[in-house]
């Protein structure tokens, strides 16, 4: 299994910016970058918006660096913020800002995102997180990203965190999902026979002026257009450490199996991109106390069991990656509740949904 030491890991996050005395959302991010420029580098970026600042790690050789660098990274934000009477929150969606109150970040690209957009992009006040594996060869990258996108659905109900929207509770476990999904090119991606076909594909459409380059195709996964990986894009920004680290894990895991098919002459069976949205729906609505179709048998399955199958699935590849204790967080998720859940049972209990941040604010710096 000497391909395994070349799946490298790269984490991308988005964190709130939230004002410790209202618990609202804050227009910071200027200040950020400019108090922590020596201290970022080019690790920390603005966002479309300026209450919204996204860190990404270095390329990380293995599931534990990731850890190290979410943790640091983390820190350094959240000291800048606390100095600043504001604090980070890593969820998909603020409880209870407002869109319409929010400030765009001054740069061309997010201007040209909202000229093209409108009110859709206006609405966009929604927290990710990415997750990228390092693939050289781009036609296996195509083929992974083929059978990978069975999966995305199980992996979101782990990260669901975004139940709450202008201050509603929304019936949903990830209404991120549903905001995002307003964009045009984003949910499951097309299924493509080679790196070539992609190509022409991406070609067409800047062609023909729907893009102008190809990051402008915000699938749930995709080959990355400027580096060797592919990356997972459909999680929402994930509150605890240990559960970032979990999915990534899982996420590594996978693709070492279906590579480890691949080699074997074997390969997961694909479905239509139609069936799969329909399991990323429920993931949506119900996250991981939920069912999801198990399109082989063609029946349903509650979503704790499935994952347990997948963790099952990639047992064998668990040691050689130094990953089971990660992969083994899993169960406490499905054990303990997502972060959505988490967020629901606070707020069912206090009726604050400023006690909903503050809960969001101490499990984010939990454990770093």
Not at 317 to 330: A, C, I, K, N, S
Request: aromatic share 8%; with cysteine; net charge negative.
């Amino acid at each position: 299994m000497d391909f395994l030491k070349d799946l490298t890991i790269g984490i991308e996050e988005e964190y709130q910016i939230v004002d410790k005395e209202s618990r609202e959302l804050t227009s910071f991010v200027s200040d950020f970058l400019e108090q922590g420029a020596i201290l970022f580098r080019d690790q920390v970026k603005p966002e479309f918006l300026q209450s919204q600042i996204e860190v990404g790690s270095k390329v990380c050789k293995n599931v534990q660096e990731g850890r190290e660098e979410i943790c640091r990274l983390r820190n350094i934000v959240a000291e800048i913020a606390e100095k600043n009477n504001r604090m980070i929150v890593a969820a998909g969606t603020h409880p209870f800002s407002s869109w319409q109150d929010q400030l765009v970040t001054d740069r061309e690209r997010y201007h040209g995102l909202l000229d093209s957009m409108q009110l859709v992009a206006k609405r966009l006040l929604i927290f990710g997180m990415h997750i990228h594996v390092g693939i050289e060869d781009r036609d296996l990258q195509i083929d992974i990203m083929n059978q990978m996108s069975y999966f995305m659905p199980h992996i979101l109900t782990l990260s669901t965190s975004s139940p709450f929207w202008l201050g509603e509770k929304t019936g949903f476990k990830s209404y991120r999902s549903i905001v995002f999904e307003d964009l045009p090119r984003t949910g499951i991606p097309e299924r493509f026979d080679s790196a070539l076909e992609y190509d022409k594909y991406v070609n067409t459409l800047i062609d023909c002026g729907s893009i102008d380059e190809p990051s402008k195709i915000w699938w749930d996964i995709r080959p990355h257009s400027k580096f060797p990986t592919l990356e997972f894009r459909i999680c929402d920004c994930t509150t605890k450490v240990d559960e970032v680290i979990a999915i990534a894990a899982l996420i590594q895991a996978l693709v070492a199996k279906l590579i480890q098919y691949r080699r074997n002459n074997q390969t997961w069976r694909t479905y239509r991109p139609s069936m799969i949205a329909e399991n990323k729906w429920r993931a949506m609505k119900d996250g991981i106390n939920g069912s999801l179709i198990d399109f082989g048998k063609k029946t349903e399955g509650l979503v704790p069991s499935l994952i347990e199958e997948i963790i099952d699935l990639v047992d064998d590849v668990l040691d050689p990656l130094g990953t089971r204790e990660e992969v083994e967080y899993v169960r406490t998720i499905l054990k303990n509740g997502a972060s959505a859940d988490r967020q629901l049972t606070c707020f069912e209990k206090t009726g604050s949904m400023k006690s909903v941040v503050d809960q969001l604010g101490a499990e984010t710096l939990e454990g770093i």
